[in-house]
């Protein structure tokens, strides 16, 4: 999987190529609107991070110009800009997603993650970790065969974190994808934390190997303990 | 090239036009009237004469002999059928002349007549008189009327010469009533020069409280006031603004110092890692907050309306919450009518709900109540109280914790956390949905109390 990422500031442009390096990704990095233009239209790329203020040629320009050349790579723009203006001019140009910075880097791999997969069936019915199952027809959870049951809100929380096992999940993907509220607000950072706690004392106090754990200063993660 | 002038010198220009004007009409009929008067004073001595001759003609019956009475001096002339027969010395000093026909006088009885700097003015009558047989006299008196004309000659120029006088006292009178006026002007804009952001303090001195300039300055003034305390307001926020910028900023640099320096093991470095990543988090949230705030003080945001109903949406942030209250062991009952419509932006009303809800669950002990009532009053106003039985806001304080970064107590608030905007931010959201918000007084803890008014529950529309 190869990912293109345009961005002039070399700091920020080291620090996603290193993430993305770290998560299997081949990535190639390119800190101008032209060079940006020139790399997507010249080779095989799967997915372009698109800064929106460059030097040069703009994010949108290139975004434009890719499209009328027939080119339909997903791209995902990444920038400081967050007004709802801004949001929607990227998105008419033709992006297919749309982050604003200061993001968490979960929250990238996550977008990248879907924009990837897309085309290819999501429907996942049963979700799997060590004992850990759920049934996402029935929104029952077992564990090592036992029923465990749990709120609504609980459940929701825990089917969001096993879609993204393995993978770190930010209190602002909680936020945005679990709670529905699409600006971010300081009072739900602790409902998702306690959220989290009862959750764990659900599925996890009971039972040998945790499995929802949290990162600092990240957020949380679904994993057996011998994964990385 | 187009010519500016000062304000002052235009008003005084246009009042020395101003007076030249109405001189240039008073002396025009100044002029006529006198003229008027004095010729129909020289045309009645005139009258007087001829009747007098006249009279002497008639009574005569035609005989000569009688017209001696009439002596020598009057300068006039008898002619019987435009036949010379009886003429004055006087008269023939006149020159005038010889043969006097009908078409003279033209079908008027009025003639006038110069000669050798003299003016005449002549006047003939006709006389019928006669015992036998009848005659046919017409009876002609001149007259001098040459001072008379020299007397109006001199009052127009004696009017005219007035013009170059009135022009120099009327430049002089509008040069001095417009420094008059202007001189307040002048010096108010010499103490509006010294004021800068520096001195917001000074003010511009009232004169005259009652004329346009004093209330002009009054006006000028309140604007200067209202201009201080923004300034203030904004320097406050900028000094608390960069307070809370710099105590993440600190934490992170002495965590990233400090294990760059101790240089442990793997894990010392994830704590320092995960701890500036905790506060470069409150950092994004703190910026994320202010340009909320911000972006609505410029105006410039669309805010979309829309009838909801508030107890849904006051359901649905109870919810939300619920959970922080239950771990602290805190009741949250809410009072409601079955429904209660109102246009709103449901974002910013229930970010402001959250926002209350928050505090009240922050600040309220545990096993402690939080009361929520909503209700329509009879007027259609509409009323929302959340009352919490924690310390209360003291009376004065009641109006600040609003302020941007405002906090009662600033060695509580890092163990309570939040940016210092909450309140704010909740502000914001009741007043863009056309409400205010307050804490009023309550027997016990805090009560905030938002209202609605009556016509944005009625109207349709979605004005803001």
Known sequence: MHILVVEDEPKVAQAIKNGLLSEGYRVTTVHTGEEGFFQAASQKVDLILLDLMLPGKSGIEILNALRELGKDTPVLILTAKDTIED?????????????????????????????????????????????????????????????????????????????????????????????????????????????????????????????????????????????? | MKLVLSFRTQLMLLNTLLVILIYAVAAFFIYAFMKNRIESVELEKLQEQVSTVSTVVYKSGGDYNDWYHLGDQKPFLIMEDWKVSYQTTAW???????????????NKSLKTYSAEQHNYLVKINFVRTGIDTMHNFQVVVAMENTEALESVEKLARSLVLGIPLILILAVAGSFFLSNHAMGPVKLLRIKA?????????????????????????????????????????????????????????????????????????????????????????????????????????????????????????????????????????????????????????????????????????????????????????????????IKDN????????????????????????????GSGLGLAIAKQGIEIN???????????????????????????????
């Open chain 2, 92 to 106: 023939k000093d006149l020159n005038f002349p010889d043969k006097l026909t009908p078409g003279d006088f033209n």
């Open chain 2, 193 to 385: 020069q010294q004021i800068s952001a520096q001195s917001l303090s000074l003010r511009l001195p009232v004169i005259n409280a009652r004329d346009d300039i004093g209330q002009l300055t009054i006006v000028f003034n309140d604007l200067l006031t209202r201009l201080e305390y923004t300034f203030e307001q904004l320097k406050r926020f900028t000094a608390d603004a960069s307070h809370e910028f710099r105590t993440p900023l600190t934490s992170i640099r002495s965590t990233g110092q400090v294990a760059l320096k101790n240089a442990g093991n793997v894990n010392d470095f994830k704590d320092a890692v995960a701890s500036m990543l905790e506060d470069t988090d409150r950092l994004a949230n703190l910026i994320h907050d202010l340009l909320q705030l911000t972006r609505h003080d410029a105006g410039r945001l669309k805010i979309d309306f829309s009838k909801e109903d508030l107890v849904s949406h006051i359901n649905s942030v109870i919810e939300e919450l619920k959970i922080l209250a239950e771990e602290k062991g805190i009741t949250i009952s809410f009072l409601h009518p079955d429904t209660i419509r109102l246009h709103i932006n449901p974002a910013y009303f229930k970010q402001a709900i959250r926002n209350i809800l928050h505090n009240a669950i922050k600040y309220t002990p545990g096993s402690g109540l939080i009361e929520i009532q909503l209700r329509q009053e009879e007027s259609g106003i509409i009323r929302i109280d």
């Open chain 2, 434 to 464: 056309n409400g205010n918000i307050k804490f009023v007084d309550s027997n016990r803890g805090a009560t905030c109390r938002m209202v609605f008014p009556a016509n944005s529950a009625q109207d349709d529309s979605s004005a803001i």
């Open chain 2, 390 to 417: 924690g310390p209360g806001i003291p009376p004065d304080l009641r109006e600040k914790v609003f302020e941007r970064f405002f906090r009662i107590d600033n060695a509580r608030s890092a163990s309570v956390g």
């Open chain 1, 87 to 228: 949001r929607v001019l990227g998105l008419d140009s033709g992006a297919d997603d749309y982050l604003v910075k200061p993001f968490a880097f979960p929250e990238l791999l996550a977008r990248i993650r879907a924009l990837t997969r897309r085309g290819r069936s999501d429907q996942v019915l049963k979700l799997k970790l060590a004992d850990l199952e759920l049934d996402c027809i029935t929104r029952k959870v077992k564990r090592n065969g036992y029923d465990i049951p749990l709120t609504s809100k609980e459940y929701e929380l825990l089917e969001y974190l096993m879609r993204h096992q393995g993978h770190a999940v930010s209190r602002e993907m909680l936020a945005h994808d679990v709670w529905q509220v699409k600006d971010r607000a300081t009072p739900l950072d602790n409902v998702i934390d306690v959220h989290i706690n009862r959750l764990r004392s659900k599925i996890d106090t009971n039972f040998d190997q945790p499995l929802l754990h949290t990162i600092r200063g990240i957020g949380f993660i679904m994993k057996t303990e011998d994964e990385p």
